[in-house]
Nanobody, 116 residues
Framework: QVQLVESGGGLVQAGGSLRLSCAASGSRFNIIRMGWYRQAPGKQRELVGGITSGGSTNYADSLKGRFTISRDNAKNTVYLQMNSLKTEDTAVYYC??????????WGQGTQVTVSS
């Protein structure tokens, strides 16, 4: 089983930037994809984007150009760089890991609040 710990959330003004981190530990060798999701109050959890073990990335169409996902394999960490933040980006951001059996592990989430 994979354990995921997100960090880097906080309060930022609109137009600012934040970088979230997701550190993986445990049985991480079979991970084929790491993803970022978010859930705003009263809304369903939605995909932000993801990165495969080969380094390919994908993003929600509405976030392309502002959000970037990267990984540091030596640190077993995936990052979510968020630029030009908007108030509607306020949400709890979750990291996920999918293994070759399609089992998904989740982190506890980190709060991002964007003020106007």
């Amino acid at each position: 089983q994979v354990q995921l710990v997100e960090s880097g959330g906080g309060l930022v003004q609109a137009g600012g930037s934040l970088r979230l981190s997701c550190a993986a530990s445990g049985s991480r060798f079979n991970i084929i994809r790491m993803g970022w999701y978010r859930q705003a109050p009263g809304k369903q959890r939605e995909l932000v984007g993801g990165i495969t073990s080969g380094g390919s990335t994908n993003y929600a169409d509405s976030l392309k150009g502002r959000f970037t996902i990267s990984r540091d394999n030596a640190k077993n960490t995936v990052y979510l760089q968020m630029n030009s933040l908007k108030t509607e980006d306020t949400a709890v951001y979750y990291c996920s890991a999918t293994n070759y059996n399609s089992a998904v592990s989740w982190g506890q989430g980190t709060q991002v609040t964007v003020s106007s």
